[in-house]
Structures are given as structure tokens and as C-alpha cells.
């Protein structure tokens, strides 16, 4: 296979599905490839592949690559990685991205790693531009501009990889958009053989028995969110929050310092170490808005934040703010509502 310095995704596949996250991410990839003058490709290791590259190329893909071998599912860190690593030492790829989940995690720093080529996790954008280097002088062309929160959430940090490649880097699912670039589109099929790219000692760990749990909130889907910070003051507050959420038909989130707290749990965390989220009303109760949060929720179509503190940096980005305790505004928007709604 000849150098293509193509950008290349790589996709998580289960129970006939591509994940989320890679949809996303090729979404993203278009435009990123479209603005290098590369072409978008995707790769996929499992088993059971028939078809996958019909979930794929309306998002863009222009090849996929699909590496089928029954020893290749359920995921394994061992041949996964062989296959990445052999294979972009052969098509030496600009820029690798894949999603933030237990497998990119597992799988991208032992990539880089071994390529030797850095890695950027938990991105919150991505964009190509130029580069100087402020000791040598040397210019640098369409780099991948890797943003994310840094130092504690303090500044936002934009990462350049000037010399190694492939330039990599991970994103959580719900940070990018997916849309579908062209229904009709389609690319090329590559099928690549597993024993050419992996060695049998990669096979060495088996897995006899795997269970998923599946999460029982469904707090990125929902349409309305009722989120509260730590603010909020104790668990029991938070039953305000449920209230009102049953009320509006909404779910309740949290911000990261609330959960720390104890007041609810990790599952319904937003923001950069939580889920992100994209709802048509976003209700922030006592929550500051530390970068972190902000960049889960920022894209909400209508927010409100109810805050004791007229300055707190969230009520920056909301629509409309509420100055008060959120125990005395809470009981007057359920009262209100359900007034209102009958």
C-alpha cells in the first residue's frame, strides 16, 4: 500500500452497530480531511462485518478498511493495537482519531506509543491550522489543533504534535456532532487479513465470558435536563431537582462537583469527565459553571441558571438567569407549571 497521509477513524462496531462516537467523529473527520485535501477512511476489527461499510460512507468514509477474524471479537487490547500499528506503518496516516470509550482509552496510548507518536485525549474540538515553533523558527502547515481544558479546567490548551505521526487523539462521545454528509455517498471496501497484521501470541487472552450492563439513565437523549451543582447543598435538595423534573417531563444531571459531594451519582455527571449533552432546555441549579461543565452543555438550545450568585460564570452562556436560593425558586416553578399546564 502506497504513503496516502489520509485522517483515519477508527470504529467501534457491536451488535451490528457502529458506535455513536465513530459516526461522530467521521462527521468531524470530513470536514478536517476535506480542509487537509485527504481523503476520510475508517477502519473496523471485529467479527461478523457483513455490511458495515453501509453505516460508513454516508458519514463520509471514502475507504474502510475491515479486518474480520472471530478471534478479533469481543475487543483485546493485544490484537487490536497489532493491527492499528502494522497497518499505519504501512499507510502512515496524518491523523488517527477514535472515541474516548474503555476501548479508545486502552487502545490509543498503546498506538501512540509505540509509533512513538503522541497522543491527546479527551479533545473538546479539533481544527487544522499553522504552527511556529518559538525556539527554531520552523514553520508548520495544516497541524491538527488538539483543544482541550487543562490545568484543572483553568485554561484551554491547544495541542500540537509538529514532527510525529500519525497526529492522534481521542473525543467523548456527544462532544462532536453526527450528521450525514451524503446519503449516496459511497467509497471503497479494503479487507485486510488479520494474520498479516497480528502475530499468535496476540491471541493469548481469551475472554469465556463478558457481561454489559446497560446504563438505566438515558440523560444524553433527553430533550429537557434538570442539572444541579454543588449549590445545591445535599442529597435531599437534589429531591427538589427530581421534582421538578417529573414535572417538566425532564431528566436530572449534575454537575462533577456535585457528584464528588455525594449528592447523586456518577452516571448523571455532565460535562468534560461526564457526558455531554445537547438538549432544548437546560435548567442549572446552584451550579458555578467551571469550564469543565460548560464545555458537556453549552450547546442546549435554552438555558437558565438559577444561582444565589449573580456573577457566577454560567450565567455568562445562559438565556435567562434566575437570582435566588434554588430552594425557594424551585417549589414556585413546580407550583407555576403545574398550574399552567392543566
Request: glycine share 8%.
Amino acid at each position: 500500500m502506497a504513503d496516502n497521509n489520509n485522517l483515519i477513524v477508527y470504529c467501534e462496531y457491536e451488535d451490528g452497530h457502529v458506535a455513536d462516537v465513530s459516526l461522530e467523529l467521521l462527521t468531524k473527520g470530513r470536514v478536517l480531511a476535506d480542509r487537509l485535501g485527504v481523503k476520510l477512511e475508517a477502519i473496523v476489527i471485529g467479527d461478523k462485518l457483513d455490511g458495515v461499510e453501509n453505516q460508513l460512507f454516508p458519514y463520509g468514509a471514502d475507504t474502510v478498511y475491515k479486518v474480520e477474524d472471530a478471534r478479533l471479537y469481543p475487543y483485546t487490547s493485544n490484537p487490536h493495537a497489532a493491527v492499528l500499528i502494522n497497518l499505519f506503518r504501512e499507510i502512515k496516516p496524518q491523523v488517527c482519531l477514535m472515541g474516548a470509550t474503555c476501548i479508545g482509552r486502552d487502545l490509543g496510548p498503546r498506538v501512540s506509543s509505540c509509533l512513538h507518536s503522541g497522543l491527546t485525549a479527551d479533545c473538546t474540538s479539533l481544527e487544522i491550522g499553522d504552527h511556529t515553533d518559538p525556539k527554531t523558527g520552523k514553520e508548520y502547515k495544516d497541524l491538527l489543533y488538539q483543544i482541550r481544558p487543562a490545568f484543572g479546567g483553568n485554561i484551554v490548551a491547544t495541542i500540537v504534535n509538529p514532527d510525529c505521526r500519525p497526529q492522534m487523539a481521542t473525543v467523548r462521545e456527544g462532544v462532536m456532532k453526527k450528521e450525514i454528509y451524503n446519503a449516496d455517498h459511497k467509497g471503497t471496501v479494503v479487507k485486510l487479513d488479520a494474520s498479516k497484521y497480528t502475530a499468535p501470541e496476540d491471541y493469548v487472552v481469551e475472554i469465556l465470558d463478558r457481561a454489559i450492563e446497560k446504563s438505566k439513565v438515558n440523560i444524553k437523549g433527553a430533550p429537557i435536563i434538570v442539572a444541579g451543582g454543588y449549590g445545591v447543598g445535599s442529597k435531599e435538595n437534589f429531591q427538589l431537582l427530581f421534582d421538578l423534573a417529573d414535572t417538566l417531563g425532564a431528566e436530572v444531571g449534575a454537575s462533577r462537583a456535585a457528584v464528588d459531594a455525594g449528592f447523586i451519582e456518577h452516571e448523571r455527571q455532565i460535562g468534560q469527565t461526564g457526558v455531554t449533552v445537547r438538549p432544548k432546555l437546560y435548567i442549572a441549579c446552584g451550579i458555578s459553571g467551571q469550564i469543565q461543565h460548560i464545555a458537556g452543555m453549552q450547546d442546549s438550545s435554552i438555558i437558565i441558571s438559577i444561582n444565589p450568585d449573580p456573577n457566577a460564570p454560567i450565567n455568562a452562556i445562559a438565556d435567562y438567569v434566575i437570582t435566588g436560593n434554588m430552594e425557594d425558586v424551585v417549589p414556585k416553578l413546580i407550583n407555576y407549571y403545574k398550574k399552567n399546564s392543566k
